[in-house]
C-alpha cells in the first residue's frame, strides 16, 4: 500500500502513531498529577518502555479516525485513544508473562519481563490499566461528565470479565481441551478477548462525536465485524508470516493448542472468513450518510485482513 487512497491512508495511520505516541509521552512523564505524591523513576521508565516506541497503534486510530467523521477532533480524543493503548499494552505486557504465553519478543525487543523483571512487568500492566481509566476519567478528555462516564463505562465492559479478561479466561482453558476446538466457540473467545477492544475503539468515537443512533449502531456493527476479521488475521499470521515482520515468535499457536480460526476450520476457510468479515464492516459503514464517505474506515477493514504484522 503505497500510491493513491492507500498511501493516504498509509500517512493516515502513520500520523495518528506519532500523535499517540507524543500523547503517551506527556501523559508518562515526571511531573505528578494532583492527588499523586511520586512517580518512581525507574518503574515510569518500564511502563513507558511497554507503551512507547513500537506498534501500530491501530486501537487510537479507530477511536481518531470515527470521531473524525463528524468533524469531532483534538486532543481530548488523543488523550481517550491513548488510554486505550495504556490497556492494549498492558494486555501485552500481562499476556507475554511466564505464567500465560512466555514470550521473550514483542514488537520486535524483549518483553517488559525480559528487559526488566516479573515482578515489574506485572506493575506495569496493572499501573497501566489504572492510568487508562484515570486518564478517561480526567475533565481534560471531555468537558461533559455524562460523556467521560460513558467512555468509563464502555472501556471497563469492554477490558473486563465480560469481554477482554474472559476472552482471555476462555483462551486458556481451551488450551487445556482435548477435543478439537469448535467454531462457535473460538469466534465467541476471539470476539471477547480481542474483539471487544476494538470494537470499543470505534464505540467510544461515536461517543466522543455524539454520534445519533443510527450511525452508533452502524458503527458498532462495523467495529464488531473489523474486530473479529483482526483476530482471524491473527491466527492466518501466525501460521504464514515472517517472525522478522511479524515481531513476535511465529508458529506458536499449533504448540500451545491455541483455540485458532485455523485449527477450527483450516486456512482456505479462515482466509474466506476474514475477507468476508471485512467486506461486512465495509456494509455496515455504507448505512449511514457519513458512513458511505468514510472511506478511511473502509480502508482500515482492508487493512486489518490484509496486514503483514
Ligand atoms: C490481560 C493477559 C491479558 C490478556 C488479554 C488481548 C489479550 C488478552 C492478549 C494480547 C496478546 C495477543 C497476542 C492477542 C492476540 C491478538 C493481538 C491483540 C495482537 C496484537 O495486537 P496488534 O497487532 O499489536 O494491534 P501492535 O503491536 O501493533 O499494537
Keep these: 500500500m503505497t500510491d493513491g487512497p492507500a498511501g493516504e491512508f498509509e500517512a493516515r495511520l502513520n500520523a495518528v ?17 494532583p492527588g499523586e505524591t511520586a512517580r518512581p523513576p525507574r518503574f515510569l521508565e518500564a511502563m513507558r518502555y511497554a507503551s512507547l516506541g513500537g506498534g501500530k497503534r491501530l486501537r487510537p486510530f479507530l477511536m481518531i479516525e470515527t470521531a473524525r467523521l463528524f468533524g469531532v477532533e483534538g486532543e481530548g480524543i488523543l488523550r481517550a485513544a491513548a488510554a486505550l493503548e495504556m490497556i492494549h499494552c498492558y494486555s501485552l505486557v500481562h499476556d507475554d508473562l511466564p505464567a500465560l504465553d512466555n514470550d521473550d519478543l514483542r514488537r520486535g525487543r524483549p518483553t517488559t519481563h525480559k528487559a526488566f523483571d516479573e515482578a515489574t512487568a506485572i506493575l506495569v500492566g496493572d499501573g497501566l490499566l489504572t492510568f487508562a481509566f484515570d486518564v478517561t476519567a480526567d475533565p481534560a478528555t471531555h468537558p461533559d461528565p455524562a460523556i467521560r462516564i460513558a467512555l468509563v463505562l464502555a472501556l471497563a465492559r469492554a477490558a473486563g470479565l465480560g469481554g477482554m479478561i474472559g476472552g482471555q479466561v476462555l483462551d486458556l482453558e481451551a488450551e487445556q481441551a482435548r477435543e478439537p476446538h469448535r467454531a462457535e466457540a473460538v469466534i465467541k473467545l476471539q470476539s471477547m478477548k480481542t474483539g471487544a477492544l476494538l470494537h470499543y475503539a470505534v464505540n467510544a468515537g461515536a461517543i466522543l462525536a455524539e454520534a445519533d443512533d443510527q450511525a452508533r449502531a452502524a458503527l458498532s456493527a462495523y467495529g464488531q465485524a473489523l474486530g473479529a476479521a483482526f483476530q482471524v488475521a491473527d491466527d492466518i499470521l501466525d501460521v504464514e508470516a515472517d517472525e522478522v515482520a511479524l515481531g513476535k515468535r511465529a508458529g ?9 480460526l485455523v485449527a477450527a476450520l483450516g486456512l482456505e476457510a479462515a ?27 473502509k480502508q482500515a477493514a482492508h487493512f486489518v485482513a490484509a496486514r503483514k504484522n
Excluded: C, V, W, Y
Design 252 to 260: 506458536k499457536d499449533a504448540e500451545r493448542n491455541k483455540a485458532t
Design 271 to 297: 482466509r474466506e472468513r476474514r475477507d468476508a468479515l471485512s467486506a461486512k464492516a465495509i456494509d455496515a459503514l455504507d448505512s449511514f450518510p457519513q458512513g458511505a464517505k468514510a472511506t478511511i474506515l
Design 17 to 33: 502513531a506519532a500523535a499517540t505516541e507524543h500523547m503517551l509521552d506527556r501523559l508518562l512523564g515526571p511531573s505528578i498529577l
